[in-house]
Nanobody, 123 residues
Framework: QVQLVESGGGLVQAGDSLRLSCAAS????????MGWFRQAPGKEREFVAA????????YYADSVKGRFTISRDNAKNTVYLQMNSLKPEDTAVYYC????????????????WGQGTQVTVSS
């Protein structure tokens, strides 16, 4: 059983940056592909970014490509999401998730989820 705890959310202005962290415990972190998803009020949870087990491959939603960067540190059992040039439409609860696949953009592929961290971007 893998436990995931996100941190780093907050209230920022448009154009600012934030870095989210997700600390994993209870499993062998390097055997899981990791992803970030987000859910805005009244909307479905959507894919943001994913990273393979080794960190060698990354994938992004078109809406964040060029602004967000996913990375991982397997020695620290942590995955990160660096978010630059934030926009009001990035406002959502951000969740990290772990999959036994090497990586995936599909919610259904993920076995473990964190509780989420709120990101609010004001205009």
């Amino acid at each position: 059983q893998v436990q995931l705890v996100e941190s780093g959310g907050g209230l920022v202005q448009a154009g600012d940056s934030l870095r989210l962290s997700c600390a994993a415990s209870g499993g062998t972190f390097s055997t899981y592909g990791m992803g970030w998803f987000r859910q805005a009020p009244g909307k479905e949870r959507e894919f943001v970014a994913a990273i393979s087990r080794s960190g060698g491959s990354t994938y992004y939603a078109d809406s964040v490509k060029g602004r967000f960067t996913i990375s991982r540190d397997n020695a620290k059992n942590t995955v990160y999401l660096q978010m630059n040039s934030l926009k009001p439409e990035d406002t959502a609860v951000y969740y990290c998730a772990a999959t036994t696949w090497t990586s995936s953009a599909q919610k259904a592929s993920y076995n473990y989820w964190g509780q989420g961290t709120q990101v609010t971007v004001s205009s």
